[in-house]
């Protein structure tokens, strides 16, 4: 599993949401259990959100969840210098393909939104 963002709950405790690779499939995990994603999701959000990333950018790594046929999803942290705090953000690597960058904070909110969206579908027998 690879922690992708973590927040303060109503509480004041941190309430982390990580991805899981679990036999093919990407499934969010927080709180309230795993929920699944659709097929193509990641890279959806990483096409859609995603920049070019910059191999020159002093980075951190933080984690890598492979998922599988030479991809991967990098969850680094970069500290630019007119930043106070390091920023997250996810790197998606496809093999042949330019690695594509975002912020941790919109890839998990994309991601949670599509996963309730499937839900729905599904509860709905659609």
């Given at each position: 599993m690879l922690k992708i963002h973590e927040v303060?709950?109503?509480?004041?405790?941190l309430s982390a949401l990580f991805l899981?690779?679990?036999g093919g499939a990407l499934e969010l995990v927080g709180d309230d259990g795993p929920a699944a994603l659709p097929p193509g999701a990641l890279?959806?959000?990483?096409?859609?959100?995603?920049?070019p990333f910059d191999p020159e950018a002093a980075i951190s790594l933080v984690a890598s969840l492979p998922l599988g046929q030479g991809r991967a999803l990098r969850h680094v942290?970069?500290?630019?210098?007119?930043?106070?705090?390091?920023?997250?953000?996810?790197?998606?690597?496809?093999?042949?393909?330019?690695?594509?960058?975002a912020l941790s904070a919109t890839v998990a909110v994309a991601l949670a939104?599509?996963?309730?969206?499937?839900?729905?579908?599904?509860?709905?027998g659609r």
């Open positions: 303060s709950s109503a509480t004041g405790g899981r690779a679990e890279e959806a959000v990483m096409r859609r959100y995603g920049a942290r970069h500290l630019a210098g007119y930043d106070v705090i390091a920023r997250d953000y996810l790197v998606y690597d496809t093999p042949g393909g330019e690695p594509l960058c939104h599509l996963a309730r969206a499937r839900q729905a579908a599904v509860t709905a």
